[in-house]
């Protein structure tokens, strides 16, 4: 049965600096791996994929990159600014399966 | 393209009353997963259809069940209503077709449900 972690559960950050925040999962044949983030009340609002294939994503300040044979996924947010303050979520899915979710990592900027 | 709807946004029901809860895919999608959000359990997978049949299913007694229309809408019904079932229910639509492995999943807003 598939798991995943996220660390640390909590991180509070002044704005600029940059940050990394982890993944983990038990069973590493997985397809994909998605990074969310989702802000109080919320919808998720999907930020990065990566397949199996890929070893790393970017968009704009974000970079994920994914390590299957560890089992793991950090995602890189360079330059931190208050409105990146929301909840981080990992999820995974193996083939033809659902995708499992991580426990979410809550992020605070300090303007 | 518009994003995923769901609609109501926010419930409020009684112990023993069932809901009725809707989502509309992004256009084109025709995969549709359910999901339920507690503070204390997470984001825990209720089940997934995909061309109008049920993929995979959570760990999620029969109170809850779901269907999806041919145009790709889906709906979730929650019968007998229980303290726990208050959540955010989110729903997600997705590009998968199933021949391949690709997967990635796109959020609505969610509905908030409380029972009371």
């Known amino acids: 049965k598939q798991e995943v972690t996220q660390i640390p559960a909590a991180l509070s950050v002044p704005e600029g600096e940059n940050l990394v925040l982890n993944c983990s999962f038990t069973?590493?044949?997985?397809?994909?791996l998605q990074w969310f983030r989702q802000d109080p009340g919320k919808g998720l609002t999907s930020l990065l994929l990566?397949?199996?294939?890929?070893r790393e994503q970017t968009s704009g300040r974000l970079n994920a990159s994914l390590d299957k044979s560890s089992g793991r996924s950090t995602l890189y947010i360079a330059a931190s600014q208050p409105g990146d303050s929301a909840t981080y979520l990992c999820?995974?899915?193996?083939?033809?399966?659902?995708?499992?979710f991580g426990p979410g990592t809550r992020l605070s900027v300090l303007p | 393209k518009a994003g995923v709807t769901q609609t109501p946004r926010y419930l409020i029901k009684t112990r023993g009353q069932q809901v009725t809860l809707s989502c509309s895919p992004i256009s084109g999608h025709r995969s549709v997963s359910w999901y339920q959000q507690t503070p204390g359990q997470g984001l825990q997978f209720l089940f997934e259809?995909?061309?109008?049949?049920?993929?995979n299913k959570g760990n999620f007694p029969g109170r809850f069940s779901g269907r999806q229309f041919s145009n790709s809408r889906s709906e979730m019904n929650v019968s007998t209503l229980e303290l726990g079932d208050s959540a955010l229910y989110l729903c997600a639509s997705s590009p998968r077709d199933y021949l391949s492995s690709y997967n990635e999943q796109f959020f609505g807003p969610g509905t908030r449900l409380t029972v009371l």
């Open positions: 999820a995974v899915n193996n083939y033809g399966q659902n995708f499992v």
């Open positions: 259809y995909f061309s109008e049949t049920q993929r």
């Open positions: 990566i397949q199996s294939s890929q």
């Open positions: 069973d590493s044949a997985i397809y994909n």
